[in-house]
């Protein structure tokens, strides 16, 4: 893949993990607000697909590197966006190893670049360093219920090391930095095999597969749509606010119902079977959004019906090689 030189005037930012689901989100975003994007990927989760459409638009510029050994790009930039992480628990329990790497040794190296060049520093952290809750909905000053050793513990502790690590930079060094808990993002562009329930569900209705609910499916989620997601980040990183800010959806759903609705939507006779849960499955996930209102003026907008329709009218064109545009709706930038 060949890299471009970014544009020489305006903002230019980096995005860790740029290949990757939120990741292309985030720089179509950027690009379109008219921001020189230098996006790092591995392709370790990320699909070069993602980035394809934006190669020939010269404020973007891609890099081909492991977060972990290093981020070979040269300065200065006035924003570093470090999203470089598996994601998704068939991602992170495969890769193990590496994603405590992408949360530790990844998040320094990014944070030595913003160090340096005097940039804003983001980090994409999860609701998942929240556990398995006792305290329902969230707060941002909730210090969770993890079990440290277990197999999601991997990406719980990456984060949670994560967001230490950004603390003590903005501490010792005066890094301006921004941290956002994002909760279940969703949206067109996750791979079917992502292993996340959103394009696992779609996936199999479309299929006609049996649609496989972890448990009895009572546990909840919020969904937030990725469109709403970046907006918050954005609106996050052009606020004055630190963090940790929760991103995430309004509308509280079982797991079972969130299988109800993708099959409705996809037209679909597939059964829904019951499967053994996940060790450590969270019972409960709901972020208390205060915090995001009245420091960020955001809250999200796509209802979860519309944007659940959304990915299985994409997932459907994906299979069938017709690939529809990612949005490119503006998000605020500080003036």
Request: hydrophobic share 40%; with cysteine; glycine share 10%.
């Amino acid at each position: 893949m060949q890299n471009r030189t970014p544009i020489a005037t305006g903002r230019r930012f980096l995005v860790t993990g740029g290949a990757g689901f939120l990741g292309s989100h985030v720089c179509a975003r950027l690009l379109a607000a008219g921001v020189a994007v230098v996006c790092v990927d591995n392709f370790s989760t990320g699909r070069a697909r993602n980035i394809e459409p934006h190669l020939s638009e010269p404020g973007f510029e891609f890099v081909e590197a492991d977060v972990t050994a290093g981020i070979p790009v040269s300065g200065p930039f006035d924003a570093v966006l470090h999203l470089a992480s598996p994601a998704s628990p068939a991602d992170y329990l495969r890769l193990p190893v590496e994603t405590l790497e992408a949360g530790s040794t990844g998040t320094r190296h990014a944070l030595d670049i913003a160090r340096r060049d005097g940039a804003r520093f983001l980090f994409t952290s999860s609701s998942e360093v929240y556990g398995d809750p006792l305290l329902h909905p969230q707060p941002e000053e909730y210090w969770g219920n993890v079990n440290p050793i277990g197999p999601r513990s991997v990406y719980d502790e990456a984060k949670r090391y994560g967001e230490a690590l950004i603390a003590a930079y903005r501490r010792r060094h005066g890094v301006e930095t921004r941290i956002a808990r994002l909760f279940n993002t969703y949206g067109p562009g996750m791979r079917d095999d992502d292993g996340r329930i959103v394009p696992t569900f779609v996936s199999q209705a479309l299929r006609g597969e049996p649609i496989t609910v972890h448990g009895d499916g009572t546990q909840t989620r919020t969904l937030c749509h990725v469109d709403d997601t970046v907006t918050g980040l954005l609106a996050l990183l052009a606020s004055a606010v630190p963090g940790p800010v929760n991103i995430g959806g309004v509308t509280e759903l079982s797991v079972l119902r969130i299988a109800e609705l993708v099959r409705t939507l996809a037209d679909s006779d597939s059964p829904i079977v019951h499967v053994p849960s996940f060790e450590d499955d969270p019972q409960v996930r709901r972020p208390d959004l205060t915090l995001a209102r009245a420091a960020l003026g955001w809250s999200p907008d796509v209802p979860v019906e519309v944007g659940l329709a959304e990915v299985v009218a994409w997932m459907r064109g994906e299979w069938a090689g017709v690939r529809p545009p990612i949005s490119r709706d503006r998000g605020r930038l500080w003036n």
